[in-house]
């Protein structure tokens, strides 16, 4: 399971490019709305979660998390008691944490990146503690998964699902999108 945590101000391509992705891969995906069931993307358009975060225990198996940016989206992802534990869970237990655009600084934040190699939107960078940002679109440092901005949507989709399922469902993916 992975689960796509959306909070208000979401950057609706980041979410949905990936959930299309990973769920023409087969792999089972959650939209998680943290407040609602229907959340408002950063350009107003709304969608309707498939859960709403007071549904889930806390103790669901899952294999990776998803944290899209956009503003306010990511400082409201940031501040979610739900998504933190999520977060501490995913990296306690060793799981994929992935986060794209202004997201990664709530790993940054909780020195989740410290050794780690990682990429964010520009004028971020100062809050990815401890980490070595790069200049490029998305990077892969273990089980951490980050990703410049909305137009490395794509890039972030298929590292996602090369780590899921391997570099042959990535190549038949990206084929199959003629991208």
């Given at each position: 399971m992975v689960y796509i945590f959306l909070a208000n101000g979401f950057e609706?391509?980041?979410?949905?490019?990936?959930?299309?992705?990973?769920?023409?891969?087969?792999?089972?995906?959650?939209?998680?709305?943290?407040?609602t069931k229907i959340a408002?993307?950063?350009?107003?358009?709304?969608v309707v979660?498939?859960?709403?975060?007071?549904?889930?225990?806390g103790n669901e198996d899952f294999d990776m998390i998803i944290l899209p940016g956009g503003?306010?989206?990511?400082?409201?992802?940031d501040e979610s008691q739900v998504v933190d534990h999520f977060i501490k869970r995913a990296v306690s237990e060793?799981?994929?944490?992935?986060?794209?655009?202004a997201a990664p600084f709530i790993l940054?934040?909780?020195?989740?990146?410290?050794?780690k190699r990682a990429v964010c939107y520009p004028g971020f960078e100062n809050e990815l503690l401890g980490a070595t940002v790069l200049d490029t679109g998305c990077v892969?440092?273990?089980?951490?998964?980050?990703a410049r901005a909305m137009g490395k949507s794509h890039d972030f989709a298929l590292?996602?699902?090369?780590?899921?399922?391997?570099?042959?469902?990535?190549?038949?993916?990206k084929d199959a999108v003629l991208y």
């Open positions: 609706e391509i980041e979410a949905l490019c990936v959930l299309d992705f990973l769920r023409r891969a087969g792999i089972e995906t959650k939209t998680v709305g943290i407040d408002m993307g950063s350009h107003k358009i709304p979660c498939d859960i709403e975060g007071k549904e889930l225990s503003l306010p989206g990511a400082n409201n992802l060793n799981k994929f944490v992935s986060a794209i655009c940054g934040k909780r020195g989740i990146l410290k050794g892969r440092d273990g089980k951490i998964i980050t590292e996602i699902v090369e780590a899921l399922c391997g570099k042959e469902e990535r190549q038949r993916l």
